[in-house]
């Protein structure tokens, strides 16, 4: 599976972009889909998951701002930002794991917020 992440860009503090990220393929089974972001000079960490059953889950300091959410029949993760902070500026990274085992990542796609 291949994942294709798109969306970012450059916004103002305050803005809102939407991410996506697109399977190569369909995606059937137990699986999670994440986001992860990785700052300049900091370690990859988690922002956001939903389950294959639409169960969510947020880093504490993206809840209330960011909403993910995925279309099962075209295999997508989206992850909704909003009022977007200079700290969120980060390349975003989407995740998939199946039935536990398998792992799958995206490229990457860069978000920076100017204050």
């Known amino acids: 599976v291949q994942l294709q992440a798109s969306g970012g860009g450059s916004v103002q503090s305050g803005g809102s972009l939407r991410l996506s990220c697109a399977a190569s393929e369909s995606i059937f089974g137990i699986n999670v889909m994440r986001w992860y972001r990785q700052a300049p000079g900091k370690q990859r960490i988690f922002v956001a998951s939903?389950?294959?059953?639409?169960?969510?889950n947020y880093d504490y300091s993206v809840k209330g701002r960011f909403t993910i959410s995925r279309d099962n029949v075209k295999s997508t993760v989206s992850l909704q930002m909003n009022s977007l902070k200079p700290e969120d500026t980060a390349v975003y990274y989407c995740?998939?794991?199946?039935?536990?085992?398998?792992?799958?990542w995206g490229q990457g796609t860069l978000v920076t917020v100017s204050s």
């Open positions: 995740n998939l794991v199946v039935a536990g085992i398998h792992t799958y």
């Open positions: 939903i389950t294959s059953d639409g169960r969510t």
